[in-house]
Nanobody, 124 residues
Framework: VQLQASGGGLVQPGASLRLSCAGS????????MGWFRQAPGKEREFVAG????????YYADSVKGRFTISRDNAKNTVYLQMNSLKPEDTAVYYC??????????????????WGQGTLVTVSS
């Protein structure tokens, strides 16, 4: 499967952005999808995940209540709605797919396919 992430940009603190991750090559309906981010000089960290089969969602504590992950069956796409953005949310955001229905997958090593990343900059 190929994953194409988009939707990043430069926004002010408190603003919102929606990232998209479109899958091609096969359906994502049997997968678990994740969003990760990597800030300069830091390791890649888990942000949010969704198990496609039952729409089970889970989040990192740092984004809980501000970010929402969702999926669109018809478009084979996963979204990350980011509200109340903070400067510390600045990073390159990556989407990833894990083959199979896995509960609470948070480690990058668990994921099989990765998109190319989209830059989110939160600054005044």
């Amino acid at each position: 499967v190929q994953l194409q992430a988009s939707g990043g940009g430069l926004v002010q603190p408190g603003a919102s952005l929606r990232l998209s991750c479109a899958g091609s090559g096969r359906t994502l309906r049997s997968d678990t999808m994740g969003w990760f981010r990597q800030a300069p000089g830091k390791e890649r960290e888990f942000v949010a995940g969704i198990r496609w089969s039952d729409n089970h969602k889970y989040y990192a504590d740092s984004v809980k209540g501000r970010f929402t992950i969702s999926r669109d069956n018809a478009k084979n796409t996963v979204y990350l709605q980011m509200n109340s953005l903070k400067p510390e949310d600045t990073a390159v955001y990556y989407c990833a797919a894990l083959r199979g229905s896995t509960l609470n997958a948070r480690a990058p090593s668990e994921y099989d396919y990765w998109g190319q990343g989209t830059l989110v900059t939160v600054s005044s």
